[in-house]
């Protein structure tokens, strides 16, 4: 644990050094955010901040695990595994995520890569990390561990479609949340925090030092991304940091608990799901304002500030409920 705290802290000093020649870059490069016209009128002060920031967030989580796995991936196989499901599916969804954000810059300003084609990319890549994680992860592969229960279960082939499930939704819901300035990061930081420290207690080294190099990671980006926003994270980060945590989750076996971890990105989901429901059964009357959920408090008062800090206490307070259930 000393040791991925301070590689964790290393990564943050790292990254936050390269924060503003990063803006400065995405500035020259017209990597500027457009705002939805139907999103709240409010944020369309925000329009043009730089919106690529993930990139600062994984390339730093990248350059860090590899150098400090780098003996490892040649003496240690099953390592090597877990670090080769882990970066790739970071690198896979941040390459999907990166030209999803292009083409929100270019050809579909604002929208970006259409909904149908960017699912089954996503879903591809998911169920390419599911069957290397059944197959070739380690030992414990295709099992879950529930709350109370004093043995892991065996889901066999049935595995492989639900961790796919798993991958593609969270990756997904991460991706939802991205719409506040320091929402994403703080909900995704607490998220790993809490899965570190059950990797911890299971023994997993390497992905304790995984989560805590994600964590510095995020913080750095954090310092950027504070309100009002130098830059915002984009599904080139945001896209990546959902499927890392769910690979994470799935390698320790305590996925189940996962919804309690993640209670931010599920919620926000959900209030997306009721509000494209009700709005084609109602035949054009909304559930909410604005879906998703954050916006609909945006535009009954809260203010930005309450909603990321609010939702953050609830991340926190989460994410301390799910280490407890791991633990019983």
Request: hydrophobic share 55%; net charge neutral.
């Amino acid at each position: 644990m000393a040791f991925a705290l301070s590689v964790g802290s290393i990564t943050f000093l790292l990254a936050v050094i390269w924060g503003a020649p990063l803006i400065e870059l995405m500035r020259r490069l017209n990597l500027g955010k457009n705002i939805r016209i139907d999103g709240p009128k409010s944020h369309m002060s925000k329009m043009g901040t730089p919106a690529m920031g993930g990139v600062l967030i994984i390339g730093w989580v990248l350059i860090t695990t590899i150098v400090v796995n780098i003996v490892r991936l040649v003496t240690n196989l099953d390592i090597a595994e877990s670090v080769i499901i882990l970066l790739g599916v970071m690198v896979a969804y941040s390459v999907l995520g990166g030209i999803d954000d292009y083409m929100g810059f270019t050809s579909r300003p604002g929208e970006g890569m259409m909904a149908r084609y960017k699912i089954w990319i996503q879903g591809g890549i998911a169920l390419i990390a599911a069957v290397l994680i059944y197959y070739g992860s380690n030992d414990g592969a295709g099992f879950v561990a529930i709350p109370t229960v004093p043995v892991l279960l065996n889901l066999g082939l049935f595995y492989i479609p639900i961790a796919t499930f798993v991958i593609t939704g969270l990756s997904n819901a991460v991706n939802l949340v991205d719409g506040l300035d320091g929402l994403s990061g703080m909900t995704t930081s607490s998220a790993f925090i809490a899965y570190g420290i059950i990797a911890f207690l299971q023994d997993q080294q390497f992905i304790v030092v995984f989560c805590f190099t994600t964590v510095g990671a995020i913080l750095a980006f954090l310092w950027f991304n504070a309100k009002p926003a130098q830059m915002f994270m984009g599904d080139v980060g945001s896209q990546p940091l959902g499927g890392m945590l769910a690979v994470v989750a799935l390698l320790t076996n305590q996925w189940a608990i996962l919804p309690i971890i993640a209670i931010i990105p599920l919620v926000t989901t959900i209030s997306v799901m009721i509000q494209v429901g009700y709005f084609k059964a109602t035949g054009g009357k909304r559930f909410f304002r604005i879906a998703p959920i954050h916006h609909h408090f945006e535009a009954i008062g809260w203010s930005e500030t309450q909603i990321v800090q609010r939702w953050w206490l609830i991340s926190i307070l989460a994410a301390m409920a799910g280490i407890a259930l791991a633990l019983i």
